[in-house]
């Protein structure tokens, strides 16, 4: 590790490798953890486990399916049921094998089981297809994710990234002070004023991770210019709220998601907003939106909004305007955001003001092909790993644990080449030219997948395009 580096984030850093473990296999350590997930869960979980009827509706809407027939959702679910007929039925615990009740119990069936959490992006395509509403991704997600990460099968980036944010170590990194420095300046200068930070009192406050300044800063400055045109009484966080937030909810470690969106929570509720105002379509706006209020216990006093929602409302109020042009734009629906939550309408509402060219892609709303990147598998390329790398000021030996570990990642980019190009072809048959979107992993498996396929687009963040049409 660097000399250079802080000691706090050093130290956290080793913490955080404690926990990756890509070679053991501790039984009754596993054994506690499945015991552990299955006395958590709830009678919906337990519906998706019991009511399968193995009908393969679902298969053909999963990214990962034309990858491997055996990365099928219920073929990945199904070591989840595996587990839940051993421990927790009596005919499972007689019968065993015959009747496909078993547990984990060498090391190659971890090294399966996380290889099986790495094909699913949780992007809700087989639930929105099962005929009995049957969510394989939330049980791959909700049981298998803690499973493998607690048992030490966990990518060192993910350990890493999370046990920076969990303890806010990320912001004392030279590389990450710039990046949230250099947007915060381009805000200032696109308004031509300072905007005052962290404002008590302001109704509207836009949710800001160093991921938003990171992967689209463009995206940043143009929600601040929507939001100071409108003239919205509205302020913005001094530090980033997150690296993006909750990171532990990707691997499964539900105190760390606790703590983290207790601290966001804790903010807002120190400004006293009445709507949160979130950039990110992707897995954090879910979070914030749906699961932090079962998370913490409690009624959000405000609302939270994705920018999508917010410029509909603000065009229909007439409190901006925009020049609309002739651009060939569609429009793709981060998983999180339709799917998961239920926002498909607003963006094309607005796209279609701001463009004359706007059209569909063929599959979109809750029939939207997944990106393939989501889950955390957009940040387990050796090129992203690489650029985080380098910008903490570690060798890249430190972010990947093992020669087992970096075969997992080479493989798991070759699955996701092939996941993403479903996306890329329903984007050619659009003959669209730009592509927006509201996701930082989704912006950036498209691109990828659009290099790799030879298609010539350009994809934006939906708060820059809307920023550059304002009249
Ligand atoms: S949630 Fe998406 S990626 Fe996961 S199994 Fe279902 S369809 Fe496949
Ligand atoms: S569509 Fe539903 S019932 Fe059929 S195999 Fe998939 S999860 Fe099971």
Redo the contacts with the bound molecule.
């Keep these: 590790m660097s000399a250079q580096l802080p000691p706090q984030v050093k130290r956290v850093i080793d913490e955080a490798l404690r926990k990756v473990d890509w070679q053991g296999f501790d039984k009754e350590k596993v054994n506690a953890i499945i015991n552990e997930l299955l006395g958590k869960l709830d009678s919906v979980q337990v519906h998706f486990i019991e009511d399968c009827v193995g009908c393969a509706a679902c298969a053909p809407?999963?990214?990962?399916y034309p990858v491997s027939e055996e990365y099928g959702?219920v073929e990945?679910a199904e070591h989840v049921r595996h587990m839940y007929r051993k421990e927790a039925t009596i005919l499972g615990k007689l019968l065993g094998p015959l009747l496909n009740a078993k547990k984990p119990s060498k090391p190659e069936h971890l090294d399966k089981l996380v290889e099986l959490v790495y094909r699913?992006?949780?992007?809700?395509?087989?639930y929105v297809s099962c005929p009995f509403g049957i969510d394989?991704?939330a049980l791959?997600r909700g049981f298998l994710a803690p499973l493998v990460s607690k048992a030490g099968r966990l990518p060192a980036v993910l350990a890493i990234f999370e046990a920076m944010e969990r303890t806010g170590v990320y912001m004392d990194i030279p590389a990450f002070q710039q990046i949230w420095r250099d947007v915060n300046a381009k805000i200032d200068q696109a308004l031509g004023k300072p905007v005052p930070r962290d404002r008590k009192g302001a109704e509207y406050l836009l949710f800001l991770d160093l991921s938003d300044a990171m992967f689209y800063p463009g995206a940043v400055v143009g929600a601040a210019k929507i939001l100071d045109r409108a003239g919205l009484d509205w302020t913005l966080p001094s530090s980033p709220l997150g690296f993006r937030p909750p990171i532990g909810a990707v691997v499964g470690f539900s105190d760390s998601t606790k703590q983290v969106l207790k601290q966001i929570d804790d903010y807002v509720e120190s400004i006293g907003a009445k709507y949160l105002v979130v950039l990110d379509g992707g897995f954090v706006y879910p979070w914030l939106r749906w699961q932090m209020p079962k998370v913490l216990g409690k009624k959000l006093s405000y609302r939270v909004l994705h920018i999508t929602e917010l410029v509909v409302e603000l065009l229909k109020q007439g409190r901006i305007k925009l020049k609309p042009t002739n651009d060939a734009v569609t429009w793709h629906d981060p998983c999180q955001l339709a799917r998961r939550s239920g926002v498909t309408k607003e963006p094309v509402e607005a796209l279609r003001a701001a463009s004359k060219g706007f059209r569909l892609l063929p599959h979109h709303g809750a029939e939207s092909y997944?990106c393939g990147g989501g889950g955390g598998i957009g940040c387990l390329s050796l090129h992203m790993i690489e650029m985080m790398a380098k910008m903490i000021g570690v060798d890249m030996s430190v972010m990947i644990s093992s020669e087992k570990e970096k075969e997992f990642l080479v493989k798991t980019q070759e699955a996701w080449s092939i996941a993403v190009k479903r996306k890329i072809d329903d984007i050619k048959k659009s003959k669209a030219k730009i592509v927006v979107t509201a996701c930082p992993v989704c912006m950036h498996s498209i691109e990828g997948g659009a290099k790799l396929y030879g298609l010539d687009i350009e994809v934006k963040h939906f708060a820059e395009y809307i920023a550059e049409r304002l009249a």
Excluded: D, E, L
Aim: with cysteine; proline share 12%; charged share 5%.
């Design positions: 809407a999963c990214p990962y959702p990945k699913c992006t949780n992007c809700g395509a087989c394989s991704g791959i997944c």
